[in-house]
C-alpha cells in the first residue's frame, strides 16, 4: 500500500454540503472580522511607530568631551553699556578668567544705553560658576543697573525631539527688569547629564539642569555696592538616556496572529453555543407540540 501524507493534515476539511449556514453565525464573522481589522491597524500603527524609553545610571556618559561642557549663554542688561559687561569665569581646577571674550558679541541695546551678550564658551565638568558683571570694565560705574532678562542658557549639544521633553534650557525667558538694580542675582544650577540615542544607534550629549535663585545687595571690602549676575554650578552624578525603540518584527508578527487566532477561537465557541442552545430549544418546542 504506497504511504499516503495526506494522514498528517490535521485540517481535514468538511464537505460544504454537510455544513449548515445561520444568520447568528453569519453576524459573528462579521462582527469577528471588524473586530480583527480594527486591532491589526492598532498593532500597526504601534509597529510603525517609535517609542522613546528613558532610564537612569551613574557614569559620565561623554568621555570624549576632554572634561568639557560647552555653554550657551543669551542675556540682556538694558541699563548697563556694553563697554561695562563682562564674562568672568571660575571654577575648583584653578580657572579663573576674567572678561572671556572668545566667540562672544555685545549688540547694543536703548541707543546704546543697554547691551545684550551672546557667548559661546566651555567650562570645566567640576563644580565653578560663571558671572556676567562690571569686573572687567577699565573704571568701574557707581550705580551699575543689573536688571537683566535671560534668553538662554543651555548646556551641551542642542537637543530637538518632540518626544523629549526636558529642563534643557530652564531659564530661558527669566525676567528680573523689576528687580533691584543694585542688587546681585544667584541662580544656582544643578547640571544632570543626558544621552539621547536614535534608532540608528548615534548618540547626541546635552544636559538638563535645575535652578534656585536669590537676590541680594554685596558691598566690596571698600563699601561699594558691585553686584554681578552669578551662575553657580555643580554637576550631577546621575545620568539620564533616552532612547528612540521600535517593536521588533517578530513581536509584531506574533501579535497578529494571536489576534487572529483568538478571535476566530472565542468567535467559535459563541457562535456554538449560541447553536446548541437554539437546537434545544427547537427540541423543546417541538416535544411541547406533540
Not at 572687567?136 to 543689573?146: E, K, R, Y
Amino acid at each position: 500500500m504506497p504511504f499516503d501524507v495526506r494522514r498528517f493534515d490535521i485540517y481535514r476539511k468538511v464537505p460544504k454540503d454537510l455544513t449548515q449556514p445561520t444568520y447568528t453565525g453569519a453576524f459573528i464573522s462579521i462582527l469577528c472580522c471588524v473586530f480583527i481589522l480594527f486591532l491589526f491597524l492598532s498593532e500597526l500603527t504601534g509597529f510603525i511607530a517609535t517609542e522613546t524609553v528613558n532610564e537612569l545610571y551613574v557614569d559620565d556618559p561623554d568621555k570624549d568631551s576632554g572634561g568639557k561642557i560647552e555653554v550657551s549663554l543669551n542675556i540682556s542688561l538694558p541699563n548697563l553699556h556694553c563697554d561695562l559687561v563682562g564674562l568672568d569665569i571660575q571654577d575648583e581646577m584653578g580657572r579663573h578668567e576674567v572678561g572671556h571674550i572668545d566667540n562672544s558679541m555685545k549688540v547694543p541695546l536703548n541707543d546704546g544705553g543697554g547691551c545684550r551678550f551672546e557667548g559661546e564658551f566651555t567650562i570645566n565638568k567640576v563644580p565653578g560658576n560663571f558671572h556676567v558683571s562690571t569686573h572687567s570694565a577699565t573704571a568701574q560705574p557707581q550705580n551699575p543697573d543689573m536688571t537683566h532678562t535671560i534668553h538662554k542658557l543651555a548646556f551641551g549639544e542642542k537637543l530637538q525631539v518632540k518626544k523629549v521633553q526636558g529642563a534643557f534650557n530652564a531659564l530661558g525667558g527669566a525676567d528680573r527688569l523689576a528687580s533691584n538694580p543694585l542688587a546681585s542675582h544667584d541662580y544656582i544650577l544643578k547640571i544632570v547629564p543626558t544621552v539621547y540615542e536614535d534608532l540608528s544607534g548615534r548618540q547626541r550629549f546635552s544636559y538638563q539642569y535645575t535652578v534656585a535663585n536669590k537676590e541680594y545687595v554685596a558691598y566690596s571690602h571698600t563699601g561699594r555696592i558691585i553686584p554681578a549676575i552669578w551662575f553657580r554650578y555643580d554637576l550631577s552624578p546621575i545620568t539620564v538616556k533616552y532612547t528612540e525603540r521600535r517593536q521588533p518584527l517578530y513581536r509584531f508578527i506574533t501579535t497578529i496572529c494571536a489576534i487572529v487566532g483568538g478571535t476566530f477561537t472565542v468567535a467559535g465557541i459563541i457562535d456554538s453555543c449560541i447553536f446548541t442552545a437554539s437546537e434545544a430549544w427547537k427540541k423543546i418546542q417541538i416535544g411541547k407540540m406533540s
